[in-house]
């Protein structure tokens, strides 16, 4: 069953219906919500926030937006909202000790250099400005179009594309020393 | 293709395998959105006792707030727009929405009722600041915030917070709705 007949059946009272659509795009949603955030348990905050509005305001959705945009517009809000709150209390990102305590099985299997790359990785997201990082995950993360960018943050095209470049700057000066392999 | 391209290629290319491999929520945050959404009214529906509820409060919040919230009435013009066959759930009623953000360049209401979309509600600048907008709201409670150049998310300082959701946001509520008009 597709996204729009979910939300139909949603709309109609059916929980299951709804909660089939958490199943079909949660894990999307938090990908974007932990490299945005940092830590995990912002994330799943965030997500949980944004699928509880969209269920109290699946009134107000319009069809003609694809059902994972309108998520997404909820989540950017959310995720912004979480950030300027979180930036009263210091900025922590996810590093490796935290990623290793979630998977362990990777201390073994994973050579130091893909460590010291996610680290700096991290690092380098975390250091960017939120706007800078919103428009460089949606981009080169999501891989999204600016057009898509722009209807989803409020942007115009042409902020998102210099956002994008001064990002990839930072980025790559920041990445440069770890890269080469 | 230049080796600088290749380079930067390369570079972005090895950003967005780790974009991909981001570690994923945990199953039992899943589970516990899943099992809060047994606690979350029904879209779109309401039942008549909860909108009788909802109908109290509203007088009490339009009476407290009557300053600056303005439900259903603005400068003595009714604007009600509900319907004769008195379904409240078919009901809106325009509301007018005032922040006061000498400061700002750029002033909207986001909330629930234009599924939180940023662009939907731009708000005109009156004199000494203020910003206001009126909108067509549904009858009900509905949860809403000012967003104040496009970076600031603002609660309404003449409104009561939402409550927090277990997650310590603060946004605004705004009962819309008269004791007479369920």
Not at chain 1, 20 to 40: I, K, N, P
Not at chain 1, 88 to 100: F, H, K, P, S, T
Not at chain 2, 8 to 33: F, I
Request: charged share 30%; with cysteine.
């Amino acid at each position: 069953m597709n996204d729009i007949a979910l939300v139909a059946r949603a709309r109609g009272g059916d929980r299951e219906a709804f909660r089939a659509l958490v199943d079909a795009h949660y894990d999307d949603l938090g990908r974007f919500a932990r490299r945005y955030l940092g830590q995990r348990e912002d994330a799943e905050d965030a997500l949980q926030e944004t699928f509880l509005r969209a269920f109290r305001s699946l009134g107000s959705y319009v069809e003609r937006e694809a059902f994972r945009s309108w998520l997404f517009r909820i989540l950017v809000n959310r995720c912004r909202t979480l950030a300027r709150r979180r930036g009263r209390r210091g900025w922590v990102m996810m590093g490796d000790e935290e990623a290793l305590r979630e998977r362990p099985d990777e201390r073994a299997s994973t050579p130091a250099a893909g460590f010291e790359w996610r680290d700096a990785l991290d690092s380098a997201l975390g250091k960017l400005e939120p706007k800078l990082r919103e428009a460089f995950l949606l981009k080169h993360g999501e891989g999204l179009e600016y057009s898509e960018i722009a209807s989803l943050t409020g942007a115009s095209e042409s902020a998102l594309k210099m956002r994008v470049k001064r990002a990839c700057e930072q980025m790559r000066s920041q990445l440069e020393s770890v890269w080469h392999e | 293709m230049s080796d600088d391209k290749n380079a930067k290629d390369a570079w972005l290319e090895r950003v967005r395998q780790s974009y991909r491999e981001t570690p994923g929520p945990r199953p039992e945050a899943k589970q516990r959105l899943k099992e809060a959404l047994d606690s979350v009214p029904q879209p779109g529906r309401r039942k008549r006792s909860a909108l009788r509820v909802w109908a109290m409060a509203a007088a009490i919040v339009a009476v407290v707030f009557a300053g600056v919230l303005i439900i259903g009435r603005s400068s003595g013009r009714s604007h009600s727009l509900q319907r004769a066959s008195g379904e409240a759930s078919d009901s809106v009623q325009v509301v007018r929405f005032a922040l006061s953000a000498p400061r700002a360049s750029r002033v909207s209401v986001v909330g629930d009722f234009n599924g939180w979309d940023e662009a939907a509600a731009p708000m005109r600048r009156q004199g000494a600041g203020v910003w206001t907008i009126s909108l067509s709201v549904s009858h009900g409670r509905h949860v809403y915030a000012f967003l104040v150049d496009r970076d600031h998310w603002v609660s309404d300082p003449e409104a009561p917070l939402a409550p927090e959701d277990g997650f310590g946001v603060s946004n605004s509520v705004i009962v819309v709705g008269s004791p007479g008009g369920t």
